[in-house]
């Protein structure tokens, strides 16, 4: 165990992620035990989803409740702690949206200074907000996310200004992320035959399969899960084996077209007998709103691309019915409120009195 306070808002009763899983983790004594409460994400029995599939065993992996809304939080608080133990004294990062909201907060909370370089235009408005709120130097680019990366990796080069990557490509995020694979199998005693998931620039995707391997290393379980991968239709250099130059996609968390951590994929896709496909744009739409309707989980559009694909896979093959089918929602639907009032109902109006009131119901 660390000594020192722990920093945030946990009592006793809960560890901290990090100390929870701290045999798997690269931290010290020496590592701040910095923590806004990341982890421990819900993971729901989609009992209703999973009867229209036919699926008894389908599972969603919650993890907009991480304390920025995004599984971005299990790896940043390892990049930062570690940054800060390292004498950091500012943080940088590309961005589609969550790795901005999740590095402004974590630095916030760390005391450093930190800039963002998003694509113009192209960010989630509850995301970007994240970053703004918390003070982050938020600079936007008329350029996409890998152009975004390109650059913030030449600022992070020079040795002129010291400045800490936080990006993927900063090998504690990925440290931290395969925490969420290890919360899998303690929730439902065992690795779930197949785990779903979106895919952007593949460091999720990497982070999950590093966490089941390291948890059958050590004995914590038996067998491997199957990883299958979702990209977006117009985002998927994976699936057609060469880099996209104008990805496209309502998914921004997704909408990347040169993923840094593409052979972490393969390698996750070939070692696990595991796919990665692509989803349409009305599939992705189609899966987040089921999944707010039949099972009260909102999720940015993104996330829903494990389902889409999912689903798709449900339809067309002899996926097992029994198979345990863990799908992870990697970012909360508040995040993107433009996509979720553009696909929302009219709000219905009425006079101010209850026979209105049920006029309007159709009662
Ligand atoms: C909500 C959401 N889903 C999925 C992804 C894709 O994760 P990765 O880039 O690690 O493949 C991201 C990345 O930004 C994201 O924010």
New binding site residues.
Partial sequence: MTGGPIVGALNGRRPRLVERYRRFLPVSDATPPLTLGEGFTPLVHARRLGAELGLTRLFLKV?GQNPTG???DRGMVVAVARALEDGAKALICA?????SASAAAYGAAAGLEVVVVLPRGQIALGKLLQALVAGAHVVAIDGNFDEALTLVRQLADDPAHPITLVN?INPYRLEG?KTAAFEVCDDLGAPPDVLA???????????YWAGFRAYRDAGEIEALPRMF?FQAEGAAPLVLGHPVDQPETI?T??R?GN???WDK?IAARDESDGVIQAVSDEQILAAYQDLARLEGVF??P??A?SLAGIRALAESTDLDRDATIVCVL??AGL?DPATAQASAPAIAESEPNVDAIRRVLGW
């Fill in positions: 993890e995004s599984f971005k961005s589609t949206g969550n790795t993927s992320q998931i979106p895919v952007g620039n593949a460091g999720n995707i990497s982070a991968g998914a968390a997704i990347i993923p840094a951590s994929a999720c940015e993104s996330s691309a990697t970012g995040k």
